[in-house]
């Protein structure tokens, strides 16, 4: 039942190892390069905007 509640709200897969028996969970969340050079753009833009908009009060205020 717990291994159930686990798969069900988590991202983790049960897994049994063929070679030694070694049961436990392994994450199916995988990060690629491409999705790192993407959340790096993002975090950069978030960035950019932030400073942009910070400028943009501090005139107007």
Known sequence: ????II?????YKI??????GWRGYI???????QAFKAAFVY????????YVVKALI???M
């Open 1 to 4: 039942m717990t291994e159930q």
């Open 7 to 11: 798969k069900k709200l988590s991202f």
């Open 15 to 20: 897994y049994r190892c063929k070679e030694c």
């Open 27 to 33: 994450s199916t969340i995988t990060f690629s390069w």
């Open 43 to 50: 975090a950069f833009l978030i960035l950019i905007t932030a």
């Open 58 to 60: 501090t005139k107007f």
